[in-house]
């Protein structure tokens, strides 16, 4: 399995709070993404990055920023967590010289 | 608008016969194709990918077939297993740039024993 963590792996918070979630490799890969998971939708790209501090947004990145200021973490932070935004979000990091993205095992967040 | 569809929410197959999972698409530019399969409270898991330069690629029970004119591809189980029961999702990339993969939204396979 390739080493990829996600925490917190359950999430509970208010609408309006802060929320930071954090994906972290152990593979030393230089891509890296941010999906949420929603009924009906699939897997849609929040954000993604190809190195360290190179950022760029995907299909669904308003109300989401992220930061990666070291090879291994990746991270996601809703500024003011809205209810829209209770979803699984999942990881995942790719090497340069695959197509195959490897998926950590989410986290569920919950913003009541 | 939906590059990557997956028409079928749900199949319902019994143990020991095929499973056939369809995944159509839309954009031209997309030139690799991947199956990802998803258990409940874990991360989708890398299962088959297939390039455009090839219309079929085999794995064990799993057979992942590409019509590019038609713009399909469709995922084989066989013989199915209990165990295949899970989310599967197609996806599809434009190698070279940045390389996203735009994903469908998943069919739910269930095998019966």
């Known amino acids: 399995d390739a080493g990829i963590t996600q925490s917190p792996r359950h999430k509970v918070t208010e609408t309006g709070t802060p929320v930071t979630l954090r994906c972290h490799q152990t593979e030393n890969h230089r891509y890296m993404y941010w999906y949420r998971q929603d009924p009906g939708h699939g897997l849609r790209l929040i954000h993604y990055?190809?190195?360290?501090?190179?950022?760029d947004k995907g299909e669904v990145s308003d109300g989401y920023s992220v930061s990666r200021s070291k090879t291994e973490d990746f991270l996601l932070t809703l500024e003011s967590a809205t209810s829209s935004q209770t979803s699984v979000y999942f990881c995942?990091?790719?090497?340069?010289?695959?197509?195959?993205?490897?998926f950590g095992p989410g986290t569920r967040l919950l913003v009541l | 608008d939906q590059q990557v569809k997956q028409n079928s929410p749900s199949l319902s197959v019994q143990e020991g016969r095929i499973s056939i999972l369809n995944c159509d698409y839309t954009?031209?530019?997309?030139?690799?194709f991947l199956w990802y399969k998803k258990y409940p409270a874990e991360g989708p898991t890398f299962l088959i990918s297939?390039?455009?330069?090839?219309d079929k690629n085999e794995d064990g029970r799993f057979t992942v077939f590409l019509n590019k004119s038609a713009k399909h591809l469709s995922l084989h189980i066989v013989p199915s297993q209990p165990g295949d029961s899970a989310v599967y999702f197609c996806a599809a990339a434009a190698s070279g740039g940045s390389y996203i993969p735009t994903f469908g939204r998943g069919t739910s396979l269930i095998v019966h024993p």
């Open positions: 954009n031209s530019m997309f030139d690799y």
């Open positions: 995942a990091i790719r090497a340069p010289t695959e197509e195959t993205q490897y």
């Open positions: 297939i390039s455009s330069i090839k």
């Open positions: 990055s190809y190195g360290v501090k190179d950022t």
